[in-house]
């Protein structure tokens, strides 16, 4: 894991403490993430815009496509969606679970989903 964190919102800026990547998009946020490696945290809005990939959609991209270990990473929902946080929490939590036990090489027969 990088040295750095990625807050992902279309509008918001971070109110915590510290220094912040911000990321208004799910483009922005793969480029971002290809660019200079997984943030240590990352705070997730879901709702990034009208017809746009969601927050929930870069988890699943960190998931399915990247397969990266997120067993350390800090994960923040700050979504005003009240689904959101659950999902993205679930997808994560689901995922370190599999990595655990089988290890990030492991390839499921279907898309790794919350649903």
């Given at each position: 894991m990088m040295n750095y964190r990625i807050y992902l919102d279309d509008e918001r800026n971070p109110t915590t403490p510290g220094k912040w990547t911000v990321v208004r998009s799910y483009d922005e946020f793969v480029q971002t993430i290809e660019e200079s490696g997984?943030?240590?945290?990352?705070?997730?809005?879901?709702?990034?815009?009208?017809?746009?990939?969601?927050?929930?959609?870069?988890?699943?991209?960190?998931?399915?496509?990247?397969?990266?270990?997120?067993?350390?990473?800090i994960v923040n929902v700050h979504s005003a969606n009240p689904k959101a946080?659950?999902?993205?929490?679930?997808?994560?939590?689901?995922?370190?679970?599999?990595?655990?036990?089988?290890?990030t090489d492991y390839v499921p027969e279907v898309e790794f989903d919350n649903d």
């Open positions: 997984l943030p240590y945290e990352i705070s997730f809005d879901n709702d990034l815009g009208n017809d746009q990939l969601e927050g929930y959609d870069c988890a699943k991209w960190l998931v399915n496509t990247k397969r990266f270990d997120l067993r350390k990473l946080p659950d999902n993205i929490y679930k997808l994560i939590d689901n995922w370190n679970k599999m990595v655990e036990k089988f290890g």
